[in-house]
């Protein structure tokens, strides 16, 4: 009687990445066998995500041609990302062609920022656009040295429509004799709620925090004054 003690195979499993992010693929492969069953179930050979963060040893048992089985294990760690960075302040209002200001996060140590308008990353923290009225959403992530990223940080960013600038009344040029009278200028608002706001030539208000003002026509010369309209709603200023 004849009797042949086969080897048992040499079985290898491999990871193609022992150290990944959270939300990343890897993929666990066996060898020196014939078939492989991998414990926790995966497939061999195919990517997938892992769920748990933290250390996970993947085993897998290769049979060869002749039944005869053997094992090998891999290693996986999954890293838990960053917390999402603070934007500073968490969101803007603006007027209609208001100047803006550059957004601003903090980031943890030695972590990088990204910026993205949507889905499209830029290349730095970006100056929002107030040409156009509406709500628009700005986001930024950080990422760690090992290139894990966070979620992002949403910061809504709210551009006031346009005021329109209010209408002269009487006229917007007086004209008078000197010593010829005190007038009180005027003007009319396209909204009932909205106020008038005058400011003198030099850009300061008027009496009274930008009230109706009376020049005198006791000093001869042009004496230039502006009015805006300002929204009771949103305290935006029109054009004057």
């Given at each position: 009687i004849d009797i042949t003690?086969?080897?048992?195979?040499?079985?290898?499993?491999?990871a193609s990445d022992d150290l990944i992010c959270l939300g990343d693929e890897v993929t666990v492969t066996g060898g020196g066998a014939e078939t492989y069953v991998w414990d926790p179930l995966v497939d061999d050979g195919v990517a997938f995500t892992p769920?748990?963060?933290?250390?996970?040893?993947?085993?897998?048992?290769?049979?060869d041609i002749n039944g005869c089985q053997n094992n090998a294990t891999a290693t996986v760690t999954v890293l838990a990302p960053p917390t999402p960075p603070t934007a500073t302040p968490s969101s803007y209002v603006y007027c209609f062609e208001e100047s803006a200001d550059v957004l601003t996060a903090s980031a943890n140590a030695n972590h990088v920022l990204?910026?993205?308008?949507?889905?499209?990353a830029l290349s730095g923290a970006p100056t929002p656009s107030t040409s156009t009225a509406g709500t628009f959403t700005y986001s930024v992530t950080q990422t760690d040295p090992q290139g894990c990223e966070?979620?992002?940080?949403d910061i809504p960013i709210i551009v006031h429509p346009e005021v329109d600038p209010p209408t002269a009344s009487p006229a917007n040029?007086?004209?008078?004799?000197?010593?010829?009278q005190t007038f009180t200028l005027n003007a009319n608002t396209t909204s009932?709620?909205?106020?008038?706001v005058f400011y003198?030539?030099?850009?300061?208000?008027?009496?009274?925090?930008?009230a109706p003002p009376?020049?005198?026509?006791?000093?001869?010369?042009?004496?230039q004054y502006y009015v805006v309209q300002l929204s009771s709603s949103t305290g935006c200023e029109s054009d004057p």
């Open positions: 003690v086969n080897d048992l195979p040499d079985v290898t499993a491999d769920v748990d963060i933290g250390a996970t040893t993947y085993t897998v048992t290769g049979t990204t910026w993205y308008n949507g889905s499209t966070s979620a992002k940080t040029t007086y004209e008078y004799c000197q010593f010829d009932p709620v909205n106020n008038l003198n030539s030099d850009g300061t208000k008027t009496v009274g925090n930008g009376t020049p005198s026509s006791s000093n001869p010369g042009t004496t």
